[in-house]
């Protein structure tokens, strides 16, 4: 199983980047699919996710109005989708597989499958 994060880069505040997660060698239909972030001198933290119909999203506070995470089950991809970036929004970012039901928030050592990550920079 392999879950390959693209799509960071360097970006000014206020500006735009979409972050995609491939998955490989699962049945992503059978998985929520999120995404975490950690800083550099932080600990990681939750982002988002969606469940495996993609018909319900949950944000952390710091990305609700700004990130939109959606997923494609015939691509096994979930993206994430951000807008309005801020520096602290520069982290490292991982999506995460999840097999059980319960959120996906406080529970990162529960999950299933990591990607490698992405770093996200923002300028101010």
């Known amino acids: 199983v392999q879950l390959q994060a693209s799509g960071g880069g360097l970006v000014q505040a206020g500006g735009s980047l979409r972050l995609s997660c491939a998955a490989y060698?699962?049945?992503?239909?059978?998985?929520?699919l999120g995404w975490f972030r950690q800083a550099p001198g932080k600990e990681r933290e939750f982002v988002a996710e969606?469940?495996?119909?993609?018909?319900?999203?949950s944000y952390a506070e710091s990305a609700k109005g700004r990130f939109t995470i959606s997923r494609d089950n015939a691509k096994s991809t979930v993206y994430l989708q951000m807008n309005s970036l801020k520096p602290e929004d520069t982290a490292v970012y991982y999506c995460?597989?999840?097999?059980?039901?319960?959120?996906?928030?406080?529970?990162?050592?529960?999950?299933?499958?990591w990607g490698k990550g992405t770093q996200v920079t923002v300028s101010s």
């Open positions: 995460a597989a999840d097999s059980d039901i319960a959120t996906m928030k406080g529970r990162d050592n529960d999950m299933d499958y």
């Open positions: 060698g699962l049945t992503f239909s059978n998985y929520a």
């Open positions: 969606v469940t495996r119909n993609g018909f319900i999203a």
